[in-house]
């Protein structure tokens, strides 16, 4: 065996997403075929470079020596291609992203500007990651941050490229009078009574997938808003006029209580998708490395995440490639 470049973007994706299940989702293995590939890259270089943690994997000192000199390879070796096919060969000075409604937006703006100081970045806040995928199909945006869901994976054209974040459950946010208040999980079915408010066609699965997850619970709400201003709705939740599916880094305010619906039937992935030529390697590497670093230090201090987390039965739950998504027990 002779290291390919192939090889070297493995090693990459593993040290990205922090979990091999994940690479391979990633990257379009089995994780039992990744974890293989890995075994003899381990072998061919002479020495472990990733060791398993409580949160999935982590690179050894050896491993981040390699991983730092692949991704060194890698963007020469892109690089080259795009002077190949005609693109820039330098990094643009703006990048437009789009966002969906996520909390993640200043620290890791904050973040960009420490990392890449020659980049301006120009926010534009759209709520449905459908849209935003038209807008990177027609060149308007250069990345976004968007979402899907399990089993209804996103999909675009071969202009763009899209990579994992992490994939973290939905929970419910409810008034803290209600009769289901005292239960550390809420059956979605005992639900069935309760007014939802429900947020808009987001263009890749939703509000189709809370749907589905109903009619699995045996019932249909009896009774619906639109709406997903988060703090209009919040104020409506704490004043026992419905109930919301969440974001679990969401915070409450007082009156509302955010609960892990039992069973986990809903969930929901976090992308980066990007413009293949109008964004550089470095430039993706950095939004992607300081998105999923600020994804978690939000999801670390949601107390109601963290009582889910530390549940003993917990990680044995969880679908396979998914646990390192979330942060290990504090």
Known sequence: MELELRHLRVLCAIADSGSVGRAAVALGFTQPAL??????????????????????????????EVVSRARDILTRADAL????????????A?????????????????????????????????YATGELLELLESGELDAALGVDYPGLPVRHSTALAHRAI?????????????????RIEVPLEELSEDTWFVASDDGVGWPGAFYDACRAAGFMPVGTHEFHVLDQLQSMIAKG??????QPTVCPIDGVLVKPL??????????????????EPPVVEALHHHAVRTYRGLLAQAPHL???????????????GLRASLPGPS
């Open 81 to 92: 291609g795009r002077r190949h096919m005609g693109f820039p060969p330098a990094a643009a």
């Open 241 to 246: 006029l419905g109930v919301t599916a969440v």
């Open 166 to 182: 992490n994939t973290v459950p939905i929970f419910v946010a409810i008034h803290a009078d209600h009769p289901l208040a005292h």
């Open 306 to 320: 963290q009582k889910w987390v530390n549940r003993a039965y917990a990680p044995a739950r969880l679908p396979d």
């Open 94 to 126: 703006t990048l437009r992203l789009g966002v969906t409604n996520t909390p993640v937006v200043p620290t890791l703006l904050d973040a960009l500007r420490d990392a890449c100081p020659h980049l301006t970045v120009c926010v534009s806040s759209v």
């Open 262 to 279: 039992a069973g986990d039937p809903l969930w929901q992935r976090h992308l980066l998708v990007w413009r293949r030529e109008l964004v």
């Open 35 to 64: 974890s293989t590939q890995l075994r003899r890259i381990e072998r061919l270089l002479g020495e472990g470079l990733f060791v398993r943690s409580s949160t999935g994997v982590e690179l050894t000192a050896y491993g981040a």
